[in-house]
């Protein structure tokens, strides 16, 4: 190869794999989400006292019976404790869920496990007979040529719904009139997942200035 | 007096080197991309992964025709910022990417074909496929398209040796809106050798 081609080769090479290289998110908390929303004629302002159960609801599929799961106490009492320090910061009162409160928040969790799982494009090969295969014909195992690999990561979900019991009146469901939603990986030590709920309530928060009083 | 200095160094370049009639190029470029319009508002920052590929034929001392393919990839990430729209809120930090990839034919005029720095214009057309990327925590919003496009290049081919030339090129691309896409512009600054192939 004479000079100006090769040094056109390393150049072209060198330009593909500056091409290809992409920067990703390198922590955890790159990938945190909050998300809030508000039912637009609710009037905020005029309410004051707040109520918040004892436990975090787990949705899962597990519950196809009825029965109802809660959050890990580590996560959810993170998550109460959270709300209620936002709530209280924020103006609100805090009172018993007999004692007919103005909002109920309801806040509930989900995790999903998600699987990848690669195999080559010979997972069921078969093959008639022929001069290579003489004999009949035939299949090979997955993963005969190239084992098939797995990988999984988690994620979760919390919900947080604010309710208005006053209009539950007429139905059996309650119109929620604020609603957050805080997705990320569940990964990492259970202090860092707890760091992160926490930061991302307080966002969720932050962004909805309509809640303070 | 300066001015007239350059000029005669220009002319005297003029006479060093001549280019051979009817010659192929081929060429490499690295290119670093300014988005302008619509691309830049998605992105602000320019980018600097991205290569061209040309293929130039010169059957006239003035004149030649070529074909181009390339790619460009911006990126930005945005930090992590509150984004509204109605009653919702959302927060996240965002990882913006344009993939472009432009296909075109075109025309070339040589200024200048018997100078070692050979100042040219050319005017291409083709299409260019974007795939606009915005990741938003685990998710990801996405839009791809083939869209029509046109470029005006301005252009300067310099002679390394008899067969090898170094390029330099300013390449204003314009990508039309589709149905899917928005209309997308960038200025792509080429820089690379060519050599000729026959």
Known sequence: ???????????????????????????TSDLDLVVTNYQKDFAFSTKTTFSLPDSVVLISDENYDGTISYAKPTYGNTILAEIRSNMLANGWVEVDKNANPDVIILPSVSQTTNVFYYYSYSYWSWYYPSSYYPGGWGWYYPGYYFPPTTSTYKTGSVFIQMTDPSNAATSDQLPVVWTAVINGLLEGN???????????????????????? | MKQSKYISLIAMLCVAFSIKAQVSTFGANYVISIPMGNTADFIGLPSYRGASFEYTYVPDDHFGVHVEGGWNNFYEKKEKTTYEYKTLAVTGIQYRYVESV?????????????????????????????????????????SDSWQFGLKPELGVAINLTENTFFKLSAKYYQAFKTNDLDAQSFLGVNMGLAFMVQ
């Not at chain 1, 080769?9 to 500056?18: I, K």
């Not at chain 2, 296909?103 to 040219?120: D, M, R, S, T, W």
């Not at chain 2, 795939?131 to 685990?138: A, I, M, P, Q, T």
């Open chain 1, 1 to 27: 190869m004479n000079k100006p081609i090769s040094l056109l080769m390393f150049l072209a090479v060198s330009a593909l794999f500056a091409g290809c290289y992409r920067d990703e998110p390198v922590y």
């Open chain 1, 190 to 213: 259970t202090t860092s997942i707890q760091g992160r709920i926490s930061t991302s309530i307080d966002q969720a928060f932050k962004q909805s200035s309509y809640l303070k009083k």
């Open chain 2, 102 to 142: 432009p296909i075109f034919v075109g025309a070339n005029y040589f200024i200048l074909p018997e100078a070692i720095v050979k100042p040219y214009v050319a005017f291409g057309l083709g299409l260019i496929y974007t795939e606009k990327r915005n990741d938003v925590g685990l998710y990801t919003l996405s």
